[in-house]
């Protein structure tokens, strides 16, 4: 997969993760590794930049004698472009799925 649309999937991906529930960097990126192949570092300028577009907020957690962690959280403008984008990413997947099986595909 090539780097932009590698992009565009983790953001999808970010934003519905944090949709279900609040989470640390590295749970997000924990879960992610898990199905898509990407390093753990690959997350936090993900994280950064939805943030910086008022997509995300941030707070600090307390683990019980660990140090606080870092917690992100969907904002409501996070959750109108998630659910845009999703319904977006979903048509274009079908369409392509048509066009690799040939499903579409008529000759006259």
């Known amino acids: 997969m090539n780097a932009a649309n590698k992009k565009c999937v983790l953001e999808l991906s970010v934003l519905s993760l944090l949709n279900r529930s609040d989470s640390s960097g590295y749970d997000v990126s924990e879960h992610l590794i898990k199905y898509i192949p990407i390093t ?10 939805l943030k910086n577009e008022g997509l995300l907020k941030t707070y ?18 996070g959750q109108d472009v ?4 999703k319904e977006e990413y979903l048509r274009f997947a079908k369409s392509i799925e048509k066009i ?4 579409d595909y008529d000759k006259n």
């Open 100 to 103: 690799l099986e040939g499903s």
């Open 40 to 49: 753990g570092g690959e997350v936090y300028p993900i994280l950064r930049k």
């Open 60 to 77: 600090m957690r307390d683990e019980g004698g660990e140090p606080p962690r870092r917690y992100y959280s969907i904002t409501q403008l």
């Open 82 to 85: 998630f659910f845009a984008k």
